[in-house]
């Protein structure tokens, strides 16, 4: 590390952040990044401009796949550059300062920043680190008690990215929203990724009028349209100009190969050789605990998270044939507290598997189910609510803390163990 | 041999952004459990807005689609003219703030509403009023208390000669004047309210009492799972909010 004025102060800062992730993860309190980021951040507040200093930082950024897209741009990235990346999730301030502080003090000048940052924060967090890449998602509803309506992200982003001449971007142009935050920005490659979920998208960002869409297209009257991609999708295949870079994913499902499609334009930005990404990208088979099958309580579990209607239309692709699914809906504040979203999620597509509501909004999940026809079983506890399950090959859908919560059950380190501190942790962890 | 009904959903596409077309989903059920049959409709824009539906349902949203919903109702007044008829209206969040006389847009300029309801929507510069919503419904219509969530910013003020839907025991309501705060105005068959949740998940008495207004006396539902899952629903949210009332 440069000696600097304060360099003192932040060094001091990383000892205690380092030890007290150390110890949360030791004792089972989580994933050690936010908590211990705060930490950082309240010692040194300006830890993310000292501790990046001299890294080239590539944001990611949406509202669904952030960890998935971080994860496979990693495994790209990584066929030419040491990469430092926020893959476990906190992708708030804290958790970006806290990877920052795991940052080796001995780095080459290969080395890269790769960071998912949650839409709410990209414009501030991208003035503290003045990334050279950004890649945008997608914008769908989503936490809307904490979350700005995706309208005002989206225009945020915008206003962001034009005050911004120096970042490449890479957007998906099939999302109108993304299009309009990306639009004025000074170099764009456009990533035909894909918008399953396009209810978020009908009243156009520039006049409001109503866009029409069809099968791979969209415009408005007003002239605002989709932009011609420069990558695209065919089946397994991602076109990149006159090129075809063959995906044979490990991860489940089809957005995941259009994940990768992004993560491959992230690639061609920092100059990877792409075939060697591709190949790199196509290996990943988990990312943070999601997409694996663990066996608990001799069932054979698929872990998946999704959080939002936008998030559950892929998941429905990625269930595939398991007979029993486990869904697990909480409303903590990295829920979003309000799962009225759950009446925009076609759960008639559950017809003919065995369901099991679970999670703190179990009975919320439940008038949904019954209304979609689905006959189902009440268990809050997720762990219970697996050992319900009839067959062996189960489906656990979880949002966001529910997932954890199940996580580490499995994992062994929970519940009898420390519940109340763990609470506590939480609640400075939010 | 069963009654038809029309249920109408106004512009999910514009205004479907919390949830609400929840509403519409049990509404339908809920008159099919009773024996019509019914024809629902979906109305988005680009398509003529039918004036002989029996029931209406308006959602929440963001502000652009709502100025946007709010010029298509104006054409023609099929809403107007669907009361005339004897319909009914469920109107939540920026679907309700249209139906008043005025309500502002993203920029605070003053649009006008439609006037279904006496109220007027204006701009709010405080904080957003976020959270669970517990309302006191007005006791002529012998509804138990009603839980939603609220997710908004402006604030309504029910005018001298409106009616609110009820008072606020929990959270913001319409978030106008003092305490105690109301939620909502009603104005004959035509309900508003600032609870999403979805209301009709939460809140399955007052989706019966909008059936009631239009079609009658009903029938108690005898599908007990269904009923079961509703109570366990609205006991759960009645504790969250009155854990969020210890709080404050």
Redesign the interface.
Known sequence: MRIKYDSMRIRFAVRISLSVSFLLRRLGLGEGATLPGRILLGIAPNAINELSEGLRVILVSGTNAKTTTTALAKAGLQARYSVVSNVTGANMREGIAFSLAQRSSRHSGDEIGLFEVDESYLPSIGQALSPKVVALLNLS?DQ??RVS????TSIKWRNYLAGSPNISVVANCDDPLIVFSAEKASDVIWVAAGLNFK??A??C?NC???IRFSADDWLCDCGFRRPDPRISLVQNFVEIDDRRIELDMQLPGRCNVANAAVALGVCLQAGVDLEDAAVRMSKVDEVAGRYRRISITGHQVRMLLTKNPAGWLEVFDMIGADRSVVVGINSRIADG??P?????VPFEMLKGKEVIASGERA??L???L??AGIDHRLAKDPLEAVGLCSHGEVSFVGNYTSFQDLRRMIEGNDTKFLPQLRQLVGRFSQ | MSEGCRVISVF???L???????NT??LA?RLELRGFKVDFVEI???VHIPSDGDFYLIGGG????Q??ASDLLAIESPLSRAIDRGAAIFAVCAGFQILGNSFPASNGRKLSGLGLFRVETHRHLGPRS??ELLVSPLQELHLPILSG?E?HQSVTEVLANGSPLGTVLVGKGNNFGSDPKVDGAIEGKAIGTYM???AF?RNPKLCDLVISSVVGPIPEIE?I??TR??Q??YQ?RLNAAQAVKRRT
Do not use: C
């Open positions: 509803r809307l008690d309506e995706t309208r005002m209810f978020d009908r009243s960002p409001g009028a109503e507290k309000d009225s979203w759950l009446w925009d009975y919320d439940s008038v949904r019954r209304y | 999910p596409e514009l479907g952004t919390y949830g609400d077309s929840g989903v049990i059920k988005n824009p680009g963001e502000d652009g689609p100025a946007r976020v959270g969530y997710n999403h949740g979805p998940a599908d799972e269904l899952s509703h366990l629903l759960d």
